[in-house]
């Protein structure tokens, strides 16, 4: 069971890690793409957290085999 980041929307922190690897780079994409931060907004400080985690050391690439 993964962790959940926004309980409002139900959304897994492995959804927002997904979309960080997927593209987003700012809380409004993330927002737009998964719900979250749509109605407390107490998950706010944790997605902009991984979000600066997640930039600022991205997951290196799948080695070739
Ligand atoms: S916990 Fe994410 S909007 Fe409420």
Do not use: H, W
């Not at 719900?35 to 600066?52: F, K, M, W, Y």
């Amino acid at each position: 069971m993964s962790e959940i980041t926004c309980y409002c929307f139900n959304v897994e922190k492995q959804r927002v890690i997904a979309a960080i690897e997927g593209g987003c780079s700012s809380l409004g994409e993330i927002k737009n793409l998964l719900g979250v931060t749509g109605n407390c907004a107490r998950c706010q400080p944790d997605i902009e957290l991984l979000l600066e985690f997640y930039l600022k050391f991205p997951k290196p690439p799948a080695a070739a085999d």
